[in-house]
């Protein structure tokens, strides 16, 4: 009986142990980024309203869409857009160095009292819309209409907003006379969005060829969310320290083929099937790594009492944490290599059973995978099925991640601060494709960042139908840009 007793004392002594343990380190828990910067007073610079609105309508007007198929590109819309520009923004025409890119792309270059430099990027391309989702607008698509409180049109968000921000912003500096501590260089590219291969990747490569030291990349990425990440209150501003990898695979199986009234038991079409539905359950472990781990160690802090015990324990909660975010297409994307299955082929006639059948898998690779590594790992998971694997189309490892700590975070944090108070700051991974990717070779700290204010109903616009921006919000960016700028060190 004193055995027993004693056995017990210590299990609730351990037991109490565990407890104080967990406590002790929920209420250490704070957020990385919230006291480390001190908000300046912010100055805001005189920016004409009405004509900063007249010219982001007017830039949506310009119907700036890419395609692989050049005799489907309204290549004059791009060079319409390229005099819009000239016109519009006199002083950074003056005092800035223009060079054309590949016909459609812009570098632009102020020189500042440093050779050491930033680049600020943008793309003029951008989507078009899904045949018959016309009607659906409740104003024309390319009609860059403005209303009491908003600018609609497809590229106020994605990313026509954020670049005549940039160019608002530059043009008062120059017109103020000021002359910038590094040099800047805006690189506008004109195929985003189909990989930026003819636009920034070509700019990066000439930087490149040239010499050029760049301390810091800006292009757009994460947005200030407002309501989007859960549990937490306050708005996140997202900013992208790196992002996934990128390739699709294609599964080609071959069968015998014949009438459909005799099929026989080996099909192609029955193959891929059966290589798709073992591919739902993904080869692909789930992780807490990266910047993943360092958005959570951020929010956290901010989550109601058990969300904070469960993220600030990740020692002993990590697997619970892990399939909850398991459940939602958005968390999930930053924990692991996702899988999707895109085009399925096989197959004319209802009444021909097909030789060959094809899907292309698209996979967006979590850092620490590689491309290499994820055609190995899906031909060694189906190394039973009769389905060859092949990479199709252009493929590229996740980016290196850029340092939360450096000094050039330290200012996208100040300017955030100043610009948009009471919002947490956090770095995340980025889930898509920009082609900041390309300045890798001449920049370590490269951040993905778009400085304007949406929620969860903005973010369905996004390539979608009602593309729109707030006044305030894109009035917000130019100030942003233009904090930025004058607060270079």
């Not at 698209?362 to 039973?384: A, H, M, Q, W």
């Amino acid at each position: 009986m004193k055995k027993c007793r004693k056995g017990l004392c210590v299990a609730f002594s351990g037991l109490l142990l565990l407890v104080a343990i967990l406590l002790v380190r929920t209420f250490m828990f704070v957020p990385k980024y919230e006291t480390k910067v001190t908000s300046q007073e912010r100055q805001n610079a005189q920016i004409d309203e009405d004509k900063a609105i007249s010219d982001l309508s007017e830039a949506i007007k310009y119907k700036t869409v890419y395609d692989y198929d050049n005799s489907k590109v309204d290549t004059n819309a791009f060079l319409q857009m390229h005099s819009f520009i000239d016109k519009s923004f006199p002083n950074l025409t003056r005092n800035l160095e223009k060079q054309v890119i590949n016909k459609y792309s812009l570098l632009y270059k102020w020189q500042g009292k440093e050779d050491d430099a930033i680049v600020l990027m943008a793309h003029m391309d951008v989507v078009g819309g899904e045949t018959g989702s016309e009607s659906e607008w409740d104003y024309p698509m390319f009609s860059g209409q403005v209303t009491d409180d908003y600018i609609y049109g497809r590229g106020t968000l994605d990313i026509k907003g954020q670049l005549i921000g940039i160019l608002e912003s530059i043009d008062q500096l120059a017109k103020e006379g000021y002359v910038p501590k590094k040099t800047i260089y805006i690189a506008i590219g004109h195929d985003e969005e189909l990989g930026g291969n003819e636009g920034n990747k070509v700019i990066a490569e000439k930087l490149k060829e040239q010499g050029v030291k760049v301390d810091m990349v800006l292009d757009e990425g994460g947005y200030i969310v407002k309501g989007v990440v859960p549990k937490v209150d306050l708005p996140v501003a997202l900013v992208g320290i790196e992002e996934k990898g990128y390739v699709s695979l294609k599964l080609t199986a071959q069968g015998k083929g014949g009438h459909s009234s005799m099929p026989d038991k080996e099909l192609a079409i029955n193959d891929i099937a059966s290589a798709l539905d073992k591919l739902k359950d993904s080869p692909f472990d789930a992780k807490i790594d990266g910047p993943t781990k360092e958005f959570l160690n951020n929010v956290g802090p901010k989550m109601p009492f058990i969300s904070r015990l469960a993220i600030g324990n990740q020692w002993l909660f990590k697997p619970i944490i892990l399939n909850m975010l398991s459940n939602s297409p958005s968390s999930n994307a930053i924990i692991r290599t996702t899988i999707a299955p895109t085009i399925i082929s096989g197959g004319v006639k209802d009444n021909v059973i097909p030789q060959t059948s094809e899907a292309i898998i698209n996979f967006r690779i979590f850092p620490g995978e590689t491309v290499d590594s994820v055609r190995e790992k899906v031909e060694e998971y189906l190394k039973n099925e009769n389905v060859k694997v092949d990479i199709v189309g252009s493929s590229w490892n996740p980016s290196k991640a850029s340092n939360s700590n450096s000094d050039e975070y330290k200012e996208v944090e100040q300017v955030v601060n100043t610009i948009f108070p009471d919002t947490l700051i956090s770095p995340y991974l980025v889930v898509g494709c920009t082609d900041s990717r390309y300045y890798q070779d001449i920049c370590d700290e490269i951040f993905r960042f778009t400085p304007v204010v949406l929620e969860k109903e903005d973010l369905n616009r996004l390539h979608g139908v009602n593309e729109r921006i707030s006044k305030k919000g894109y009035m917000d960016m130019i100030q942003y840009y233009y904090q930025l700028v004058k607060g270079l060190k």
